[in-house]
């Protein structure tokens, strides 16, 4: 039964095709020729601007909280706590009491002026600037430096559009998925499984930040790569081949879950998608198998999420005959013999005993008892093969030994020789490799050991900063993807506007550290908190901005502490991390040779910007501009008359009486490649970059201030 959304949108559709086609039959009755071509000429160009294939409701974006604008009269506010969308302008403030009028003009009410946060909506010019949070420097002889900017995604995508429109050479986004959790916000409010318009909203959402997206990209060679699961890669892949048209697209699928997502009504999922959408002259580089070779890996059989707890009967459960003992003997270590199910409501201690062996069940160290990730008859098999073993024995422990299988993904490439079985341990168990071999193109079907989000997402990320953030990708999927389209370019320019846990950037310095790359990478996340850690701030008097919300939020309590420990080699406590990066015999706990800078997006005063009241402020933007070379500058408050900067790549003139001495001091340092003139006379400006030779040059704040306010007309 269809639902009441895609019945209103093929009733939509239906009737536009409808209109077009009685256009069309009525032009063919014009007998004039030359007015029958006129009018055919303007139909075309009204059926260009119709949607045929994928038609959405066209929701507004949010609405943006501008946290560094006072609350005044005149302005547009909204309650900290609750959706922007429901704005109020300010009538008058006495006493810290703000009187407001609602925005259908209906009725007025009084809130105190510190539940207020300033607000601007859609198609109002907004004037960004960074403002500078943290850094993290453990390559002071470098000029690369990576960015993080906290901030709603598209309005840091809006300031990206001004630093670096056609300049990105790679794109790669994680966005909501949009399975009906409470996983993603709209105008501030979650949006369910409930909602009727949760597709459309969806679509109207990512198709917003898309378009800024497209200008980032230089069409002459890039890519933009998109992860996705089943639940909306059908219209992701209607609205990018509609957005992109002169670009090649493919879809991969990927596994990331080789034990599979359990669902007792449904298959269990194992895998997710990936669009590759290129531009221009853009190239997959094959696939280079001249590394040493590359053992296959073993997983753990016992299952990780409490979902899959014994006796759990909801979604994703584990079916009632995976909880069974396996016999391991306990002078050799091997695996004797798998028992039978011990189910539901019996005590697995009433399993029988076998002499000289250790039932094994699936219990964490806390003595939940949980269930194996296959079936027993399917546990025999893999024991004959040599695909299960056992493995640390820890008498104390609920659970003796830890036991480990082979996956089926790997159990395949063995069997059609992707893999080579090298020889069998003295436990029965197999070992075998991915052997060397010549460059290859990749697949359109990635199962690759490499990339279980489990293994290598949340078992790299966990040690580093805890359990603070669920299902991250595993970094060397991320590294997967990039590395087959910025390999050969070492300074490459990489994107990520849905950050998350910062796997991106992480994934970029492995790619450096591997070739001794330039690439930078620049990140955007919100500092949105979970659902529930909401509720309990909100509980104990907490609202957003405060300092304790802003802790918790997702760009300061997991991305940039990732970024920073991954780069100095410790975790949060300061603790060295431990284990080696695969394929190299990097050292976690060596760090890599990089820099970041850590910025929250903030919003200018437009008056006072073109004063030149706010240079300070102004500044970070400006070096981002000029290619971000260099530790961010800082000035004092007081503004200089020039800014000489050959370590940043970029000087700044603001006192148009020092342009002499300016000149001069700009011939002696070739470095410099960008250059700003602050004046309001474009034919003085005309005239001083004449005399200069630089790459780039820009008139300040001109140059600012019309692109956020033209640009917010067009979007």
Request: glycine share 8%.
């Amino acid at each position: 039964m269809l639902r009441p959304i895609y019945k209103s949108i093929i009733s939509r559709e239906l009737k536009e095709i409808k209109k077009m086609a009685i256009l069309n039959e009525l032009v063919t009755q014009i007998e004039n020729p030359d007015l029958r071509a006129r009018i055919a000429a303007e139909v075309e160009k009204l059926a260009k601007q119709k949607k045929f294939g994928l038609v959405f409701e066209e929701h507004l974006p949010e609405c943006t909280p501008l946290w560094d604008i006072p609350v005044k009269k005149g302005c547009k506010v909204a309650l900290k706590i609750g959706q922007v969308s429901d704005f109020y302008t300010v009538l008058k403030i006495e006493d810290g009491v703000a009187t407001c009028l609602n925005k259908d003009k209906s009725a007025t009410a009084d809130f105190a002026v510190d539940e207020l946060v300033s607000v601007a909506e859609f198609g109002e010019p907004i004037y960004p600037y960074l403002k500078p949070i943290d850094t993290v420097c453990n390559a002071p002889d470098s000029d690369l430096w990576h960015t993080l900017i906290e901030a709603d995604n598209y309005h840091a995508l809006q300031l990206l559009e001004y630093l670096y429109a056609g300049k990105v050479d790679c794109i790669y986004i994680d966005p909501p998925y949009n399975t009906g959790a409470r996983d993603w916000k709209y105008n501030n409010d979650y949006v369910d499984n409930s909602d009727q318009y949760r597709h459309s909203k969806w679509l109207s959402f990512m198709q917003k930040r898309l378009k800024l997206a497209k200008k980032l990209l230089n069409p002459v060679d890039s890519v933009l790569i998109v992860t996705i699961d089943e639940k909306e890669y059908l219209h992701l892949g209607c609205l990018l081949e509609e957005m992109f048209p002169e670009a090649r697209m493919q879809m991969i699928s990927s596994v990331i879950n080789p034990a599979g997502a359990g669902r007792q009504t449904e298959f269990a999922r194992t895998d997710e998608y990936i669009f590759f959408i290129q531009f221009g002259a853009s190239t997959i580089l094959p696939e280079s198998r001249e590394q040493e070779n590359i053992p296959v890996i073993w997983d753990t059989l016992r299952r990780s999420s409490l979902a899959n707890a014994r006796g759990k009967h909801g979604k994703g459960a584990c079916g009632p005959n995976q909880f069974y003992p396996i016999y391991v003997n306990d002078e050799t270590g091997r695996i004797e013999e798998i028992g039978e199910p011990v189910f539901e409501g019996i005590d697995r201690h009433t399993a029988p005993q076998r002499a000289g062996c250790t039932a094994v069940f699936p219990v964490r160290p806390d003595g939940t008892e949980m269930n194996w990730g296959i079936k027993p008859e399917e546990a025999k098999e893999r024991l004959k093969g040599g695909y299960l073993k056992a493995g640390k024995y820890t008498p104390s422990a609920p659970q003796q030994y830890v036991i480990s299988y082979v996956t089926g993904g790997n159990i395949k490439d063995i069997e059609a020789g992707v893999a080579v079985i090298d020889g069998y341990e003295e436990d029965g168990s197999v070992r075998a490799y991915y052997p060397k071999g010549r460059d290859k193109m990749p697949t359109t079907n990635w199962n690759r050991p490499t990339h279980d989000a489990q293994r290598y997402g949340t078992n790299i990320l966990k040690p580093i900063i805890g359990g603070r953030f669920p299902y991250p990708k595993s970094v060397y999927a991320v590294y997967d993807c990039l590395k087959f389209f910025v390999t050969n370019k070492p300074n490459a320019l990489i994107v990520d506007f849905f950050a998350g846990s910062g796997t991106t950037l992480h994934a970029v310095n492995l790619l450096n550290a591997e070739d001794n790359g330039h690439r930078r990478c620049i990140m955007v996340t919100n500092n949105e908190v979970s659902d529930a850690e909401a509720k309990s701030l909100t509980q104990s008097g907490h609202q957003p901005g405060d300092g304790e919300w802003e802790r918790l939020g997702i760009a300061r309590y997991v991305t940039w502490p990732r970024t920073v420990c991954s780069i100095e080699g410790h975790d949060i406590n300061g603790n060295p991390l431990k284990g080696s990066y695969l394929g190299s015999d990097r050292l976690m706990a060596d760090g890599f040779k990089a820099n970041a800078a850590y910025f929250k997006l903030g919003f200018l005063d437009k008056n006072a910007v073109a004063l030149g009241r706010q240079f300070k402020e102004m500044l970070p933007t400006l070096w981002m501009k000029a290619g971000a070379h260099g530790a961010c500058p800082t000035v004092e408050e007081e503004t200089p008359g020039m800014l000489i900067l050959p370590e940043n790549r970029f000087a700044v003139l603001v006192d148009e009486k020092q342009y002499m001495d300016f000149a001069e001091k700009i011939e002696g340092h070739p470095e410099i490649e960008t250059v700003y003139i602050i004046t309001d006379s474009e034919s003085g400006y005309r005239d001083m970059i004449n005399g200069l030779n630089v790459k780039d040059s820009y008139q300040l704040y001109r140059d600012y201030l019309d692109n956020f306010r033209i640009n917010s007309v067009r979007r």
